[in-house]
């Protein structure tokens, strides 16, 4: 099993930066994939990244492409989203999930074994 806290959430001004890290334990991270979604308020949980087990497949949903970027380091079990030019939009709660094979199908919420309870980011003004 694999438990997964996430953290590095707050509130920033629009234009502002944050880095959320998501610590696993229980198990070795490095054969699972891992992907961060989101969830505004009155709005369904939605795909933002995902980073397979190697860098070989790493993907963003188009609304933060450019902005954020996914990574990880196996030695501190440890994935991390950096989100740079944060939007109002941008606001909602943040998971991190655990994929035992995700790949392509990495938007699906159903390909996820393990979640986060989550880290909420607020961007406004």
């Known amino acids: 099993q694999v438990q997964l806290v996430e953290s590095g959430g707050g509130l920033v001004q629009p234009g502002g930066s944050l880095r959320l890290s998501c610590v696993a334990s229980g198990s070795e991270i490095d054969w699972w994939g891992f992907g961060w979604f989101r969830q505004a308020p009155g709005q369904e949980r939605t795909a933002v990244s995902y980073h397979s087990t190697s860098s070989e497949a790493i993907y963003y949903a188009y609304s933060v492409k450019g902005r954020f970027t996914i990574s990880r380091d196996n030695a501190k079990k440890t994935i991390y989203l950096q989100m740079t030019n944060l939007k109002p939009e941008d606001t909602a709660v943040y998971y991190c999930?655990?994929?035992?094979?995700?790949?392509?199908?990495?938007?699906?919420?159903?390909?996820?074994?393990?979640w986060g309870p989550g880290t909420q980011v607020t961007v406004s003004s």
């Open positions: 999930a655990a994929a035992w094979s995700a790949g392509t199908n990495w938007r699906e919420s159903n390909n996820y074994n393990y």
